[in-house]
């Protein structure tokens, strides 16, 4: 397990795609490469016994979280934001009381704050915030949620997608 966390950064750099002063990840790319992350990040949050995955509704991270749930057996929670309105799509009506969110980066659209405190107004307890790429949120965080970083860091001021906090 341990070689397998040692190759994280490798698998996870074979996704990202760097343009100018931007990061990005293109979870889609290589299905197989993101297979093997969604075990390995699978592996290390089945101790934390979530009972979803949530993501914010967008490509990547709706392909990363499935990844990671099928792994773990999960259902997917994933959440639109509609200019300041957010809501589960679908809303299947699921219960449950604990969750883990991912997402390849997290940037001011796509926060991990905002992600957390929609599922924690609904009662749902967030164990983790894991991310492949980048700062994870702005040191200010204080929700008390782990925040896991499994890539390379980016510049403390700025996320992945090269934006300062």
Same mark, same amino acid.
């Given at each position: 397990?341990?070689?397998?966390l040692a190759a994280m950064a490798s698998l996870i750099d074979s996704l990202t795609v760097r343009?100018? #002063?931007?990061?990005?990840?293109?979870?889609a790319s290589q299905p197989a490469t993101l297979d093997r992350i969604g075990r390995l990040i699978a592996d290390a949050l089945r101790p934390r016994e979530p009972?979803?995955?949530?993501?914010?509704?967008?490509?990547?991270?709706?392909?990363?979280?499935?990844?990671?749930?099928?792994h773990l057996g999960l259902p997917v929670l994933r959440v639109n934001d509609d200019l300041g309105r957010m809501s589960l799509v679908p809303d299947r009506g699921l219960?449950? #009381?604990?969750?883990?969110?991912?997402?390849?980066?997290?940037?001011?659209?796509?926060?991990?704050?905002?992600l957390i405190a929609f599922f924690?107004?609904?009662?749902?307890?967030v164990r983790a915030a894991v991310s492949?790429?980048?700062?994870?949120?702005?040191?200010?965080?204080?929700?008390?949620?782990?925040?896991?970083?499994?890539g390379k860091s980016q510049r403390p001021d700025r996320n992945a997608a090269g934006e300062a906090w």
């Open positions: 397990m341990v070689d397998e343009t100018g #002063s931007s990061t990005w990840v293109d979870a009972e979803a995955i949530g993501c914010w509704l967008a490509e990547d991270d709706t392909v990363l979280a499935h990844s990671v749930a099928v219960r449950v #009381s604990s969750a883990v969110v991912v997402s390849p980066l997290w940037t001011r659209q796509k926060s991990s704050v905002a924690v107004n609904r009662g749902i307890a492949l790429v980048g700062t994870v949120e702005p040191q200010h965080a204080t929700d008390g949620v782990e925040r896991i970083v499994l």
